[in-house]
Structure formats: structure tokens, C-alpha cells
């Protein structure tokens, strides 16, 4: 019985040490190994087989997203806007439209009566023009957030930028004729002095954000709500992303984010 045991044992080990060079060799990089050491039991090393994988990816077969936006650099003297102007709260998500994460989105602000400013991006809206069509059909505020996420767009020159935030709301239109676009967003913040000048120039916005739990690192859900929670305060603009790569965690802290901002600012559109 020991003996069984024994080889029992060895097989786990040699199991988990072939699963971990298979894992090795194909695994996306953020995959974490957990190798058995020579002195690791085998009870608890056969924990680890079972273990969801750190980043399970809930998209099979779509297409790569625009590239996650950067953390804003140097906020500098451009004025763009950072709160709503009264204690109430604006929740706005970027990168979408998304096909699987911006319809979970919607579903969950009309579930709790909440309407959002959904920065989208030309390409995507290309692509999802139905979900655009449903954002403007449940109340929500639109804000272009370029063709394809361009990060240094505003550092191109001024009529490069006009082309690029009038071809995105060209695309924009073409799915809601006569849609208003209130806003303008630009990727990772990366505000100049041009692209603040010619968003301006075409009646939009310079949309910036007072609470950023950087959900595009891909934190837990748990993460997410804290951090929103920790930062809001009177006014808040709140950024988060509903588009450019797996939002589970994101959705998931929604519901709290929801409640308590709610109960204790009220979530309000921007204007
Ligand atoms: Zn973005």
C-alpha cells in the first residue's frame, strides 16, 4: 500500500513537472509556473494542477484590441475637464465599443438605473456600430476617443488631428445619424495644447478624469472597487474601460462601484 503510494506520488511530480514545460513553452507571458521543488511533498504540490490559470482569456477569436492606453503624463497648464461641476459622479468607460464587455456594461447600468459617457474608438465602432446605435438608445453621452487609439496623436499636426477626430465622428454618425458628440477623449491622457484646440474647434469637450483605478493593468475586481472608492470624492469623473482587452474584473467591480457612489454621491451624466 505504501509502495502504491510511493508511485502514486512520483507520478504527480512528473506530471506536474511535464504540465509545467508544456505550460512553459506555450503559455502567454503572464502565466505563473509553480514548479514542484525536489524537497516539495507531493499533497501539496498536486494543489496546483486544478488552479485556474492567472489570466483566463474570456475572448477566443477576437480580434487584437486598440493598444491599452499608457497612465497620463504631465497634466500641465491644458485644461481639460476633470469633474462634473456638481457632487454628483460620472462614470465613463473607454475603448469600446467592445463585443462581449460593452453589452455586460449596458446591461448592468440600465439593471441600476445609471447612465455613463462611453469614449469610443473609430475602428471599433467600424466594426460594432450596433452597439453604438444601442449607447445612444439607453441615454448614454458619447465622447470620441479617436480612430484607433492613436497615444500621440497630439503631437501630430493640427489638421492630422482634425482628420482623425472628424473621421471618427464621421464613423460615429454613420451608425446614429445626427449623433451628439459632447466629448473628447484623448488616449492615455497624452494631452496637448493642439488636440485640446482643434477637439474645442469641433464643439467637443477636453474630457480628463479625477479617479483612475488603472483597470487596464488587469487588477482583481476587489482592486478596482477599492481603489475607485478610495479616490471619488464630490465630482468625481471616473475612469474605466469597457473596450481593448478582457474587462471581466472591471465589470465585476461595477456593481459595488455602482452602489456605493451611488448612495453616496449619486452617479450623474456629464453635461
Ligand atoms: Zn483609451
Known amino acids: 500500500m505504501t509502495q ?5 506520488s512520483a507520478l504527480v511530480v512528473l506530471a506536474l513537472l511535464v504540465g509545467g514545460r508544456w505550460a512553459l513553452g506555450r503559455g502567454p507571458v503572464d502565466t505563473i509556473l509553480v514548479e514542484p521543488g525536489p524537497g516539495m511533498p507531493a499533497a501539496s504540490a498536486s494543489a496546483s494542477p486544478d488552479a485556474p490559470p492567472p489570466s483566463p482569456s474570456s475572448t477566443p477569436g477576437h480580434k487584437p484590441p486598440p493598444k491599452s492606453p499608457k497612465p497620463p503624463k504631465g497634466t500641465g497648464p491644458i485644461e481639460t475637464r476633470r469633474l462634473t461641476g456638481s457632487k454628483k459622479i460620472a462614470l465613463t468607460f473607454d475603448d469600446g465599443p467592445h463585443p462581449v464587455w460593452t453589452p455586460k456594461v449596458l446591461d448592468l447600468l440600465r439593471q441600476t438605473g445609471v447612465k455613463a459617457t462611453f469614449c469610443l474608438v473609430g475602428t471599433e465602432v ?29 503631437t ?6 482634425r ?8 464613423e460615429i454618425r454613420r451608425a446614429v445619424p445626427g449623433a ?3 466629448f473628447f477623449r484623448h488616449p492615455g491622457g497624452m494631452w496637448t495644447a493642439a488636440a485640446v484646440k482643434v477637439s474645442r474647434d469641433l464643439g467637443m469637450t477636453a474630457l480628463g478624469w479625477d479617479v483612475d483605478p488603472l483597470d487596464w493593468k488587469k487588477p482583481t475586481a476587489d482592486a478596482i472597487r477599492t481603489r475607485v472608492i478610495n479616490q471619488a470624492r464630490p465630482g468625481s469623473i471616473v475612469l474605466l474601460h469597457d473596450g481593448g482587452g478582457d474587462r471581466a474584473a472591471t465589470l465585476a467591480a461595477c456593481p459595488g462601484i455602482v452602489s456605493e457612489l451611488k448612495h453616496k454621491y449619486g452617479i450623474a451624466l456629464l453635461r
Do not use: F
Not at 482628420?163 to 464621421?170: G, K, V
Open 4 to 8: 502504491r503510494a510511493a508511485i502514486v
Open 126 to 154: 467600424k466594426q460594432y456600430p450596433a452597439l453604438v446605435k444601442r449607447i445612444v438608445r439607453e441615454g448614454h453621452t458619447l465622447c470620441n476617443h479617436t480612430w484607433h487609439h492613436e497615444l500621440d496623436l497630439g
Open 156 to 161: 501630430k499636426p493640427e489638421a492630422e488631428i
Open 163 to 170: 482628420a482623425n477626430l472628424e473621421a471618427t465622428n464621421r
Open 180 to 182: 451628439k458628440i459632447k
